[in-house]
């Protein structure tokens, strides 16, 4: 039979990936498990009958299903969701052919107290919800027979975490086979000692296993490709090693020329190949993207990236990804990022915990440097089931499997050991605090290591005192900035958390020139506020241990010792829900609310933190007659900024060293407000906000309109309530019906308001100043989605999403 050339080619490729599977195969391990939320002791059992359990895919967070309520014991802290028990078993087969290889299970986050079976045998138990583990599955195999998996997850200790944390497996599962040859499981480690604009020096560290039962001799190598594809280095001159049974560790150097080097404006990324072969046979390959990127701390000038000075602008986050609680997905994870992004930011501290590892991919290829956290509390506890019970057996073991995790990201710049730890009050904390960083170095001395501290006098910060630490890192207490340098001679400061600033999008209260400390100290746990328990988003809102965003940010610019900020924090996180208690059950801290919609003070920073032109002006134009309102503007590229109402100029005004806004206090006339920015007398940019009338029609916009059919793609739907002329009717609270049909289903929703009781997988919802989000996900089929939204007395919208290959 004559084969054509198509034809040809389809085989020499499955051949290729036949033959990639027999070295190493990484396999998702996510699809196809079944669920029981509730506790069967009988459920390790390999015969255990789970026909009647729900079939899901990972990841899965079981808590964020259920509705809001103040009874659970995780209390408003963790967000008014349940914990509880819960169990997912598996159900799969491995070839005969893989009997003579190694196969594990790696897990990248079980939230908390995961045990593991394997065919019912018992393979161990992970305290830590934050951390990535893995188990050795081969010698409890059946192989051409079914296997059965089983994960058992107790999260019924309450109260544990002081934000919502979720429940389940909520991060990516993987089951990798190799041969008893083989690299192990984060066992290349690559970093890039000596950069400059003719060549880079690549040091690449390999761990290898041998499981056999003799030595073995085989050629030990990596290729360097560039963001093409395209090889550019090789240490295939230096091959032959000899694998002793058990394993070693060996390193070698390669060298590329005219480095590209990974930067915020282009994180450059290249792959290296690591392989290795035996009598000419290739049995193992793994591939480790990296970048190239020198940085450094200067006790008197900063941060420098590359040798170029950069001030860090950087938000803090928690995990969890709004609606969708802590699943990760990578389609929700990179809309946050790009927003982020599109403020300004150049940086994240991942608060107060290890982040799954696929965002740390994102990052890389966005270009965000991240600040990597360990613990949120060593022994002494903050909640009373929290990781304290578990430090002394499990912190070696989860500290440093965080390490080999990221330590090959060229995003991750920093390790923090913890944050606000109580121990350092006292001298244990300088004891703990060594062994921490050496436990950090003893695998990683490329990056610095910090720890969020709280008391900024040597003195009294026991911390600090071990003299472990590489950059200071200090919470909040801004009037303080000035003296650190005399206090600490010689070392290197990042704000690691600052504001703590309240805001509810789309509120607004007067004046707006009188600074509100909600709570007002550490005795008054709750305020009374506002009947709608909402916070004014003027930027005058604030715990008493924080201060404006405007405070924080001339403050930390003010001085060129301070690398940076993270502002605390990027999003509303779910948990937290400071300054109110039930039914709030979500904070009001972030810069962006948890649907995604930016707050007012998003403009603050992009106006600071880019060089795109800004002009934002609020708040809306719907007010009772004899109101006076205050009218903000921020914006940048521009002298000035002329407000006019209703056509007649009200005056221009000017930033000062000290205020980052202008604002102008109007009697209120329904009608149009307009700003105008200017620089040298020309206009740069101008915005209007008219009076709203009625709402008249339901808006849909998407954030993408084409999803990929693999059951995970999320579309971001943004609903607006607007009146003839399509404008958002501000105070347009009104009841919508979502329905989604077709290739997809609606994975979740929202309005950004932090009192909104109402599950978030829920379809009738409620729009919060006018405004609310729909989540839709694909199937894995293709096809139309189409999304339906009602609401009284309006007609109905669609929106139609379409799923492809």
């Given at each position: 039979m004559k084969l054509n050339k198509h034809t040809l080619l389809v085989i020499a490729l499955l051949l290729s990936l036949f033959s990639t599977a027999q070295v190493r195969s990484v396999v998702d391990f996510n699809n196809g498990w079944k669920f029981l939320l509730g506790n069967d002791s009988l459920a390790s059992n390999a015969n255990y009958n789970d026909a009647k359990w729900r079939s899901l895919n990972l990841p899965h967070d079981w808590s964020i299903e259920s509705n809001f309520s103040s009874s659970f014991p995780a209390t408003n802290q963790g967000g008014a969701l349940p914990g509880g028990i819960g169990w997912y078993r598996k159900t799969f087969t491995v070839p005969a052919s893989s009997a003579d290889k190694k196969i594990r299970i790696e897990f990248d986050g079980v939230y908390k107290n995961s045990e593991v079976w394997i065919n019912g045998h018992y393979l161990g138990k992970?305290?830590?919800?934050?951390?990535?583990?893995?188990?050795?599955?081969?010698?409890?195999?059946?192989?051409?027979?079914?296997?059965?998996?089983?994960?058992?997850?107790?999260?019924?200790?309450?109260?544990?975490?002081?934000w919502y944390s979720g429940s389940g497996i909520y991060r990516d599962v993987k089951l990798v086979t190799t041969s008893k040859v083989a690299i192990a499981e984060a066992g290349v480690f690559i970093t890039t000692p000596v950069i400059n604009q003719s060549k880079a020096t690549v040091s690449i560290q390999y761990t290898v296993t041998n499981t056999g039962k003799q030595n073995e001799i085989v050629n030990l190598y990596t290729d360097v490709y560039d963001a093409a594809g395209k090889k550019v280095a090789t240490s295939k001159n230096?091959?032959?090693?000899?694998?002793?049974?058990?394993?070693?560790?060996?390193?070698?150097?390669?060298?590329?020329?005219?480095?590209?080097?990974?930067?915020?404006?282009?994180?450059?990324?290249?792959?290296?190949?690591?392989?290795?072969?035996?009598?000419?046979?290739?049995?193992?390959?793994?591939?480790?993207?990296?970048?190239?990127r020198s940085f450094r701390f200067d006790a008197a000038n900063g941060f420098f990236l590359n040798n170029q000075p950069l001030k860090i602008q950087g938000v803090c986050m928690h995990h969890d990804l709004g609606a969708l609680g802590a699943a990760y997905n990578h389609a929700a994870a990179k809309r946050q990022l790009t927003i982020l992004k599109e403020m300004g930011v150049n940086a994240i501290r991942f608060s107060h915990n290890p982040p799954a590892a696929a965002i740390l991919d994102l990052c890389d290829e966005m270009g965000f440097l991240v600040q990597v956290e360990a613990f949120d509390m060593w022994k002494k506890k903050k909640n009373k089931f929290d990781y304290n019970l578990y430090f002394d057996e499990w912190h070696a073991r989860d500290i440093q499997a965080m390490v080999l995790r990221d330590r090959n990201h060229p995003s991750v710049f920093m390790w923090s050991i913890g944050n606000e730890i109580r121990e350092q009050f006292d001298s244990t904390g300088t004891t703990i605090a060594k062994r921490l960083v050496d436990l950090v170095k003893a695998i990683d001395t490329t990056r610095p290591v910090t720890c969020a501290l709280t008391e900024n006098f040597p003195e009294k910060n026991f911390i600090w005192k071990s003299g472990a630490l590489d950059v200071l890192g200090f919470?909040?207490?801004?009037?303080?900035?000035?003296?650190?340098?005399?206090?600490?001679?010689?070392?290197?400061?990042?704000?690691?958390?600052?504001?703590?600033?309240?805001?509810?999008?789309?509120?607004?209260?007067?004046?707006?020139?009188?600074?509100?400390?909600?709570?007002?100290?550490?005795?008054?746990?709750?305020?009374?506020?506002?009947?709608?328990?909402s916070v004014s988003a003027y930027d005058h809102v604030y715990a008493y241990w924080g201060s404006s965003h405007e405070a924080a940010l001339l403050a930390v610019n003010k001085y060129k010792f301070m690398s940076g900020m993270f502002v605390w924090s990027g999003f509303d996180f779910i948990g937290e829900p400071v300054p109110y208690a039930w039914p709030a059950r979500s904070s009001y801290y972030g810069i962006v609310d948890l649907a995604g919609l930016p707050k007012d003070v998003y403009y603050l920073y992009q106006s600071e933190w880019t060089t795109k032109p800004v002009l934002h002006l609020f708040p809306h134009w719907n007010w009772n007659k004899g109101d006076t309102v205050d009218v903000w503007a921020y914006y940048n590229n521009a002298d000035e900024v002329e407000l006019f109402l209703n056509g007649k100029s009200l005056g221009s005004k000017s930033k000062t060293t000290d205020v980052l806004h202008v604002m102008w206090r109007v009697p209120y006339q329904p009608g149009i407000i307009k700003a105008v920015s200017k620089k040298n007398g020309k206009i740069i940019l101008t915005k209007e906000i008219r009076t709203a009338g009625a709402p008249a029609k339901i808006l849909l916009?998407?954030?993408?309109?084409?999803?990929?059919?693999?059951?995970?793609?999320?579309?971001?739907?943004?609903?607006?309530?607007?009146?003839?002329?399509?404008?958002?009717?501000?105070?347009?609270?009104?009841?919508?019906?979502?329905?989604?049909?077709?290739?997809?289903?609606?994975?979740g929703t929202d309005n950004g308001f932090p009192a909104d009781s109402s599950s978030f997988k829920n379809p009738r919802r409620k729009t919060w100043k006018g405004m609310a989000l729909a989540i839709v996900q694909s199937h894995v089929k293709k096809g139309n989605i189409t999304v339906l939204v009602k609401a009284d007395g309006l007609k109905q919208a669609m929106f139609t999403l379409r799923t492809e290959d």
């Amino acid at each position: 039979m004559k084969l054509n050339k198509h034809t040809l080619l389809v085989i020499a490729l499955l051949l290729s990936l036949f033959s990639t599977a027999q070295v190493r195969s990484v396999v998702d391990f996510n699809n196809g498990w079944k669920f029981l939320l509730g506790n069967d002791s009988l459920a390790s059992n390999a015969n255990y009958n789970d026909a009647k359990w729900r079939s899901l895919n990972l990841p899965h967070d079981w808590s964020i299903e259920s509705n809001f309520s103040s009874s659970f014991p995780a209390t408003n802290q963790g967000g008014a969701l349940p914990g509880g028990i819960g169990w997912y078993r598996k159900t799969f087969t491995v070839p005969a052919s893989s009997a003579d290889k190694k196969i594990r299970i790696e897990f990248d986050g079980v939230y908390k107290n995961s045990e593991v079976w394997i065919n019912g045998h018992y393979l161990g138990k992970r305290p830590y919800g934050y951390v990535n583990f893995s188990y050795d599955l081969t010698p409890y195999l059946n192989y051409g027979k079914p296997n059965v998996l089983a994960v058992k997850v107790d999260n019924s200790l309450q109260p544990d975490s002081r934000w919502y944390s979720g429940s389940g497996i909520y991060r990516d599962v993987k089951l990798v086979t190799t041969s008893k040859v083989a690299i192990a499981e984060a066992g290349v480690f690559i970093t890039t000692p000596v950069i400059n604009q003719s060549k880079a020096t690549v040091s690449i560290q390999y761990t290898v296993t041998n499981t056999g039962k003799q030595n073995e001799i085989v050629n030990l190598y990596t290729d360097v490709y560039d963001a093409a594809g395209k090889k550019v280095a090789t240490s295939k001159n230096i091959v032959k090693r000899t694998i002793p049974v058990g394993g070693y560790s060996y390193a070698s150097q390669l060298q590329i020329n005219a480095p590209i080097l990974w930067s915020i404006a282009k994180p450059y990324l290249y792959k290296a190949v690591t392989r290795i072969e035996r009598n000419g046979q290739l049995i193992d390959e793994v591939k480790t993207t990296f970048g190239i990127r020198s940085f450094r701390f200067d006790a008197a000038n900063g941060f420098f990236l590359n040798n170029q000075p950069l001030k860090i602008q950087g938000v803090c986050m928690h995990h969890d990804l709004g609606a969708l609680g802590a699943a990760y997905n990578h389609a929700a994870a990179k809309r946050q990022l790009t927003i982020l992004k599109e403020m300004g930011v150049n940086a994240i501290r991942f608060s107060h915990n290890p982040p799954a590892a696929a965002i740390l991919d994102l990052c890389d290829e966005m270009g965000f440097l991240v600040q990597v956290e360990a613990f949120d509390m060593w022994k002494k506890k903050k909640n009373k089931f929290d990781y304290n019970l578990y430090f002394d057996e499990w912190h070696a073991r989860d500290i440093q499997a965080m390490v080999l995790r990221d330590r090959n990201h060229p995003s991750v710049f920093m390790w923090s050991i913890g944050n606000e730890i109580r121990e350092q009050f006292d001298s244990t904390g300088t004891t703990i605090a060594k062994r921490l960083v050496d436990l950090v170095k003893a695998i990683d001395t490329t990056r610095p290591v910090t720890c969020a501290l709280t008391e900024n006098f040597p003195e009294k910060n026991f911390i600090w005192k071990s003299g472990a630490l590489d950059v200071l890192g200090f919470n909040y207490k801004l009037y303080d900035y000035a003296d650190l340098p005399k206090r600490f001679p010689g070392q290197s400061f990042v704000a690691t958390e600052t504001a703590s600033a309240l805001a509810s999008r789309g509120s607004y209260d007067m004046p707006s020139d009188s600074n509100r400390l909600w709570p007002p100290d550490g005795k008054t746990p709750t305020v009374k506020g506002n009947a709608d328990m909402s916070v004014s988003a003027y930027d005058h809102v604030y715990a008493y241990w924080g201060s404006s965003h405007e405070a924080a940010l001339l403050a930390v610019n003010k001085y060129k010792f301070m690398s940076g900020m993270f502002v605390w924090s990027g999003f509303d996180f779910i948990g937290e829900p400071v300054p109110y208690a039930w039914p709030a059950r979500s904070s009001y801290y972030g810069i962006v609310d948890l649907a995604g919609l930016p707050k007012d003070v998003y403009y603050l920073y992009q106006s600071e933190w880019t060089t795109k032109p800004v002009l934002h002006l609020f708040p809306h134009w719907n007010w009772n007659k004899g109101d006076t309102v205050d009218v903000w503007a921020y914006y940048n590229n521009a002298d000035e900024v002329e407000l006019f109402l209703n056509g007649k100029s009200l005056g221009s005004k000017s930033k000062t060293t000290d205020v980052l806004h202008v604002m102008w206090r109007v009697p209120y006339q329904p009608g149009i407000i307009k700003a105008v920015s200017k620089k040298n007398g020309k206009i740069i940019l101008t915005k209007e906000i008219r009076t709203a009338g009625a709402p008249a029609k339901i808006l849909l916009t998407a954030d993408k309109s084409k999803l990929k059919a693999n059951g995970k793609d999320l579309s971001f739907i943004t609903v607006k309530l607007v009146d003839k002329d399509g404008n958002l009717v501000p105070d347009a609270d009104q009841l919508l019906q979502i329905s989604v049909t077709g290739a997809g289903l609606l994975a979740g929703t929202d309005n950004g308001f932090p009192a909104d009781s109402s599950s978030f997988k829920n379809p009738r919802r409620k729009t919060w100043k006018g405004m609310a989000l729909a989540i839709v996900q694909s199937h894995v089929k293709k096809g139309n989605i189409t999304v339906l939204v009602k609401a009284d007395g309006l007609k109905q919208a669609m929106f139609t999403l379409r799923t492809e290959d």
